[in-house]
C-alpha cells in the first residue's frame, strides 16, 4: 500500500479562543515565507498577521475585532500557542519543547586556575 500523505493534513480546520470559533485554511509553503522576522514594528501586528496568514478571509475582520477588545482579551499565551499550533497543523509535526534547565548557576567540574599570559 503507498505511503498517503494526506494524513499528514490537519483533521479539523477549525480553533476556538474566548468564545469565537475560527476556520483556517492549507496554505502552499511558500505563504510560510510570508513570516516577517524583523522585530522593527508592531510585534503584536507582526504575529497577528502571521495567524492571518492562515485564517479564511472572511475570518480576518473578526479576528481583529477580538484582538482589539479590552474585556476578556486573547492572552499572550493564547495568541503565542494558536500560532505554534497552526505552524504544527501545517507542517505536520510538533514544534520541539525546549529542555529543562536546572534553576540556580551551574557549577564546573573542576575550577581552573590557569592564567593566561
Request: net charge negative; charged share 30%; no cysteine.
Amino acid at each position: 500500500m503507498p505511503k498517503d500523505f494526506d494524513e499528514l493534513l490537519a483533521k479539523e480546520h477549525k480553533f476556538t479562543v474566548r468564545g469565537e470559533t475560527f476556520a483556517f485554511r492549507d496554505v502552499k509553503p511558500e505563504i510560510l515565507t510570508n513570516f516577517e522576522v524583523s522585530t522593527n514594528g508592531d510585534v503584536w501586528q507582526i504575529i497577528d498577521d502571521q495567524i492571518k496568514l492562515f485564517l479564511e478571509d472572511e475570518e480576518h475582520e473578526r479576528w481583529n475585532t477580538l484582538r482589539a477588545r479590552e474585556k476578556d482579551p486573547v492572552t499572550i499565551a493564547q495568541v503565542n500557542g494558536i500560532l505554534t499550533w497552526l505552524m504544527e497543523e501545517q507542517t505536520g509535526r510538533p514544534t520541539m519543547t525546549p529542555s529543562p534547565s536546572a534553576s540556580g548557576r551551574g557549577r564546573a567540574e573542576a575550577s581552573s586556575t590557569a592564567r593566561s599570559r
